[in-house]
């Protein structure tokens, strides 16, 4: 079983890495990742437009793809809400690419 290193063993094994790579013995190895801006806000005209003119679906099934209830639809389209975090992320990857709908419901 592996021991649990302290943080501070780490930061000096982190730190013999970086030396390793500036005295040209070793390659680091990093990711770098953009983060996205926040999703968009829809608009009630918009949600609406998108759910019947593009992917031609009523507010229950819109509702069962996103996993939230059709009030919640209802809700967006009529202007008392507007879809949140991981909702508007989902309803923007679709807009972006709606043949996704087919893989989400594999």
Request: avoid cysteine; glycine fraction near 6%; hydrophobic fraction near 40%.
């Amino acid at each position: 079983m592996a021991t649990k290193k302290s943080v501070e063993q780490e930061l000096i094994d982190g730190l013999g890495e970086v030396l390793s790579h500036k005295q040209r013995k070793k390659k680091l190895i990093g990711r770098m990742r953009e983060i996205p801006d926040p999703a968009p806000e829809w608009t009630a005209k918009e949600i609406k437009n998108f759910r019947e003119k593009t992917l031609g679906m009523s507010q229950t099934e819109f509702a069962a793809l996103l996993n939230i209830k059709a009030p919640t639809v209802r809700a967006w389209e009529q202007g008392h809400n507007v879809p949140s975090g991981a909702a508007a992320r989902l309803i923007e990857a679709l807009k972006k690419d709606p043949t996704l709908i087919e893989k989400l419901i594999a």
